[in-house]
């Protein structure tokens, strides 16, 4: 991917942003010395909305160092003539359907793996902070939805988050129980 889309697509897995919110973005809406980015508008298949979804969705997000950092790169490299963060060509917020025909999925095809849509990213940072101990007010206010449901629709147990929980459960139930050296899969076995 060129740096524009590597850009587009680290906001979107470090942010939970939604495509229309990060295709919306203008140049003022990211404040790279408070490592904020402000969440006023959307664009929905190329046509620019004059709010975001819901008004729960208009919110400011922190940023991580490394997003800070990506945006800055891209802000310097970007096309000028546009207040838009990521312009067409002619100067306008892209159409996201066509960013995935034309940007991610020919990538997708050359590295074999399956084709996604944006709305994955979403799912990933939610499923990623949730499964990392992130506290559901938190995720619900950074994806700015409304419910709380909805943030733990999109939240996705991960292996090794489950793995971490059976465990904990196993000390608190067992705390003077011996552990047994790890058998061949890595895997820890209780002596009984």
């Known amino acids: ?58 919110r400011r997000i922190p940023s991580a160092a490394f997003l800070i950092a990506t945006i800055h790169a891209w802000k310097v490299k970007r096309p000028a003539g546009s207040s838009w963060l990521f312009p067409s060509e002619a100067g306008t917020p892209y159409h996201d359907r066509n960013l995935l025909r ?9 590295l074999g793996i ?34 709380a449901e909805t943030t733990m629709s999109y939240t996705h147990p991960l292996v090794e988050a489950q793995r971490r929980a059976v ?8 705390p003077n129980v011996p552990i047994l050296d790890a058998p061949q899969d890595g895997t820890k076995a209780v002596i009984q």
């Open 167 to 174: 465990e904990e459960l196993a000390a608190i139930l067992f």
């Open 1 to 58: 991917m060129d740096e524009r889309m590597r850009t587009i697509f680290v906001l979107a897995l470090l942010t939970g942003m939604r495509i229309g919110e990060i295709l919306a973005l203008r140049v003022e809406d990211v404040d790279l010395i408070g490592g904020l980015l402000q969440v006023r508008r959307d664009v929905y298949r190329g046509h620019v909305q004059d709010g975001p979804k819901t008004k729960r969705s208009e």
């Open 102 to 110: 034309r940007e991610v999925w020919p990538v997708c095809d050359r």
């Open 114 to 147: 399956p084709r996604f849509g944006w709305h994955s990213c979403r799912h990933s940072f939610t499923t990623y902070g949730g499964n990392s101990g992130v506290p559901l007010p938190v995720l619900q206010s950074v994806l700015g939805h409304t419910s």
